[in-house]
């Protein structure tokens, strides 16, 4: 496993992944919630027996790349935020802009799986978690399908990242090494997801700063069986 490493305002600060969990249906708002899975029930998703959900993930799967291998068209992102626990102190505890990216045939047959057929896209900066605590909710998330605004909406639509510190520490997980993905925001079921690349921001308003991951889809070969 390679060491993700993060800008947080001009220091370098590097992560080694132990633990990578992706939360799922985790809206404040149980509208958002529905929404949510009735976007996956279009694809054939079934809906999932109590919220929200976490999934624990490959740590490797967590990545900052410019490109992501797929088998087919059906996979695509989702915006979210991520936890990045970097150390043993409250201000070790970062802040960064997430792209789950799933395969999408994969997850008719069960989420878990599908989780593991994609990686975990993280941003390349990162905000300490204690310097904009006061204004999280007024953070925004925006996403790009192949250059389409897919997803708008800020972090009060979401779980709390204090929420899931707390989630954390009852789980003895709230350790450094630890990253945790938000879930996601509706998605605009008028543009077309399966794009061939994904962009998300993640905004600070009362800064005007944006921390973005950006990545192209790059289909592989077709097997030979």
Same mark, same amino acid.
């Given at each position: ?8 305002? !001009? ?19 149980? =509208? ?113 399908? !192949? ?19 707390? =989630? ?39 800064? !005007? ?8 889809? =790059?289909?592989?070969? =077709?097997?030979?069986?």
């Amino acid at each position: 496993m390679f060491p993700l490493r993060f800008d947080v305002n !001009g220091e370098v600060v590097e992560v080694s992944v132990t633990t990578l969990l992706n939360g799922g249906y985790a809206g404040r708002s149980q =509208d958002d919630v529905a929404a949510h899975v009735a976007e996956l029930a279009e694809l054939g998703v079934p809906a999932p027996t109590s919220t929200p959900c976490l999934y624990p993930v490959a740590p490797y799967l967590a990545m900052q790349p410019d490109a992501v291998p797929v088998q087919h068209d059906r996979t695509s992102g989702e915006a979210e935020w991520a936890l990045v626990i970097a150390g043993p102190e409250e201000r070790d505890v970062l802040l960064t802009v997430a792209c789950d990216h799933t395969d999408r045939a994969l997850e008719v047959h069960g989420v878990a799986w599908s989780k593991q057929a994609g990686p975990d896209v993280l941003g390349r900066q990162a905000w300490r978690l204690v310097d904009v605590a006061d204004r999280v909710d007024e953070l925004t998330l925006t996403a790009w399908a !192949g250059g389409e605004q897919i997803q708008r909406g800020t972090l009060a639509e979401l779980l709390s990242p204090q929420y899931w510190l707390d =989630d954390l520490r009852e789980r003895g997980l709230l350790r450094p090494g630890t990253v945790l993905l938000s879930g996601t925001i509706p998605m605009d079921s008028a543009v077309d997801q399966f794009a061939g690349s994904w962009r998300v921001e993640l905004g600070d308003p009362k800064t !005007g700063a944006t921390i973005a991951c950006e990545y192209r889809l =790059d289909r592989m070969p =077709d097997p030979v069986a």
